[in-house]
C-alpha cells in the first residue's frame, strides 16, 4: 500500500464510471464505482451501485465476489442503525461464503459476524468469530482482514472487562496501520474504533496518541469527508477535556460539516459536542438547539439537555431528565461518569441526598473498575460534594484535594477548577478564608483563560461570600452571618440556584 493515506483518485475514477450506463458496466467496475461514490460522500449511490454490482456477481456465478458485496451492503446498513437491511443483507453474505472456498471470503463473514454480536452484548461470541476471522486471514494471507479481526478482537475484550488484553489486540493492529499496510477504508475504520474504545474507558494517553495519528491521515485524503470527521469528533472531545476550548470549537463545527455532507446519521456526536462547547460559555439558546439536532439524529442528547434546565434554573426538570437517561445508561466507564457528575450537580441544587447518593457510589464504582485520573478525580470531586451536602465539610477536605491533585495532574482544567470550588467552599465552612480564597484565585484565572462565563460568575459570587462572611464575623449588627451571606449573593445577581449551590442549602430554603 506504501504510505498511510495512499489512495485513488476517486473523484476521477467517480465521473469516469459513472458516466455510463450501470448496465454497460462490469462487474468489477461497479465494485470501483460503488468505492468512488462512498469517497466522495454519496453513501446512498454507494449502496445503489453496491446492490448492482452484487446482482452482476450473481449472474456471472462468482459467489466469492458476491459474499464481499453482501457483506459490503450489511455495512452500510449496519452502521447507520437499519438493521432489518442489515440482516438480510448478512445471511445473503453467508449464503454465498458457504458455497466458496476461499478462506478470505469465510474470514470476512466472520468479521462480519463479530458486529452484531457485540452489539447484542454476546462479547464471547463476538471475539470467538474475531479469532476465527484472524485464523481464515494467515490463511488467506490477507493483511486488511487479519488486522480488522484483531481490531475487532480488542473491541471485544475490552468489553468483557479484560481491559489490558483488548488494548494489547488493538495497539497490535494499530502497527499495521502505522506502518502503512492497510487500504485506506480499514485504516479509518481501525482508527475510529480504537480512539472511540480507548476514549469510553478513559484511557485518554492511548486516545490522545491514536487521535493525533489519525488527524495526521486525514490530512492525508484527498477526498471524501466521513472519516476526517469522525476523526474530528474524538479530537474534539480530547481538546475539550485538556482545556483547548478554541480547538475543540473548531473540530466540532468542522466534523458537523463533514459529517453532513457525507451522511447526516453520522454527526449526531459531533452536535452533541457543538452543545456542550456553548452552553458551557454560556450560550444555552445555540446549546440546546445544537442537542436537539444531534437527538434528531440518533445521538442521546443527555446529560447536555438536563444541564441547560439546570443554569435555567430549572432543576426538578433537570433530576427528572437525568434520572430517566440513568436507566439503564450508558455502559461505557466515561460516558456513564460525565452522566452521574451531572446528576451530582443538579441533586446538589435540588437538595436531593437520595440522587447525590447515587451519584457519588456510582463513580466510586466506576473508579475502582477504571484506571485513570479522570474518573478517579471526578468521583473524589462527588464524594467530597456528598459530604459537604452532609454538613461534614473537615471530611469533604480530603477527596476534595485528591480531585484537584489528580485533575490538575493530568490536564483536565475545567473538572480541576470546579473541584477547587468546592473545596473553597468547604474551606470557608471551616473559617479557613486564606487557603479558600487561594482556592478561589486558581478557579477563577482557569474558568477566565476557558471563556466559562457563567463558572467565572459563580466563582465570583464565592468570592463575595468569603468577604462578606469576613465581614460579617466581626459585625454584632442585627443580621446572622447566614443571612448576610445571603444577602451578598442576591447583590452579586446569583440565582437562587446558584445561592443554594454555593451555600450548600435547599433551594427552597
Not at 464510471?17 to 450501470?22: D, E, F
Not at 478513559?202 to 484527498?222: H, N, P, V
Not at 475539550?240 to 453532513?260: I, Y
Amino acid at each position: 500500500m506504501g504510505a498511510i493515506g495512499t489512495t485513488p483518485r476517486w473523484r476521477e475514477t467517480r465521473d469516469r464510471l459513472a458516466a455510463r450506463p450501470l448496465a454497460e458496466l462490469s462487474p468489477a467496475e461497479l465494485d470501483l464505482l460503488a468505492d468512488a461514490e462512498f469517497w466522495t460522500d454519496d453513501p446512498h449511490r454507494s449502496v445503489e451501485v453496491r446492490q448492482a454490482a452484487y446482482r452482476a456477481h450473481v449472474a456471472d456465478g462468482d459467489d466469492a465476489a458476491a459474499a464481499q458485496s453482501a457483506r459490503q451492503l450489511f455495512f452500510e446498513f449496519f452502521l447507520v442503525g437499519e438493521l432489518s437491511p442489515a440482516s438480510g443483507w448478512l445471511e445473503r453474505c453467508r449464503q454465498h461464503t458457504l458455497r466458496s472456498d476461499d478462506p478470505a471470503v469465510h474470514g470476512w463473514l466472520a468479521f462480519a459476524d463479530s458486529y452484531p454480536a457485540s452489539a447484542a452484548g454476546e462479547y464471547d461470541a463476538a471475539a470467538a468469530h474475531a479469532r476465527a476471522a484472524h485464523r481464515h486471514a494467515l490463511a488467506a494471507d490477507d493483511a486488511d482482514l487479519a488486522a480488522m479481526a484483531v481490531h475487532a478482537e480488542g473491541c471485544a475484550l475490552v468489553a468483557q472487562g479484560r481491559r489490558q488484553d483488548g488494548l494489547r489486540r488493538l495497539d497490535e493492529a494499530m502497527v499495521s496501520v502505522i506502518n502503512g499496510e492497510l487500504q485506506p477504508l480499514h485504516v479509518g475504520w481501525i482508527f475510529c474504533n480504537v480512539v472511540s474504545t480507548c476514549f469510553a474507558i478513559a484511557d485518554l494517553r492511548r486516545a490522545t496518541e491514536w487521535s493525533a495519528a489519525a488527524m495526521r491521515w486525514c490530512e492525508t485524503l484527498r477526498e471524501g469527508h466521513m472519516y476526517p470527521g469522525l476523526c474530528r469528533v474524538y479530537a474534539c472531545e480530547l481538546s475539550l477535556l485538556h482545556g483547548d476550548w478554541d480547538g475543540a470549537r473548531r473540530a466540532a463545527s468542522q466534523a458537523c460539516d463533514d459529517l453532513v455532507r457525507f451522511d447526516p446519521r453520522y454527526a449526531g456526536q459531533a452536535y452533541l459536542l457543538a452543545g456542550d462547547l456553548h452552553r458551557l460559555r454560556g450560550d444555552l439558546a445555540s446549546a440546546e438547539a445544537a442537542y436537539r439536532r444531534a437527538h434528531e439524529l440518533g445521538a442521546d442528547p443527555q446529560p447536555g439537555l438536563s444541564l441547560v434546565a439546570l443554569a435555567r434554573d430549572d432543576a426538578a426538570t433537570a433530576l427528572r431528565s437525568i434520572r430517566s437517561a440513568l436507566r439503564p445508561g450508558p455502559a461505557q466507564p466515561l460516558p456513564r461518569a460525565q452522566l452521574l457528575l451531572a446528576l451530582a450537580s443538579v441533586a446538589t441544587a435540588c437538595d436531593d441526598r437520595d440522587a447525590l447518593t447515587v451519584a457519588e457510589t456510582g463513580l466510586r464504582s466506576l473508579a475502582d473498575e477504571t484506571p485513570g485520573p479522570l474518573i478517579a478525580g471526578l468521583a473524589d470531586l462527588v464524594a467530597g460534594m456528598a459530604r459537604l451536602a452532609d454538613n461534614q465539610p473537615a471530611e469533604a477536605i480530603g477527596p476534595l484535594r485528591a480531585a484537584v491533585t489528580a485533575l490538575t495532574g493530568a490536564g483536565f482544567p475545567y473538572e480541576a477548577a470546579t473541584a477547587r470550588c468546592v473545596l473553597a467552599d468547604a474551606l470557608l465552612t471551616l473559617a479557613d478564608r486564606a487557603t479558600a480564597r487561594l482556592e478561589l484565585d486558581a478557579a477563577e484565572a482557569t474558568f477566565d483563560q476557558l471563556g466559562a462565563v457563567d463558572d467565572v460568575r459563580r466563582a465570583r459570587a464565592r468570592r463575595a461570600r468569603l468577604d462578606d462572611t469576613a465581614h460579617a464575623s466581626h459585625d454584632t449588627g442585627p443580621l446572622s452571618r447566614r443571612e448576610a451571606e445571603v444577602l451578598s449573593l442576591v447583590a452579586s445577581g446569583a440565582t437562587n440556584r446558584e445561592i443554594a449551590a454555593t451555600l450548600t442549602i435547599s433551594v427552597h430554603t
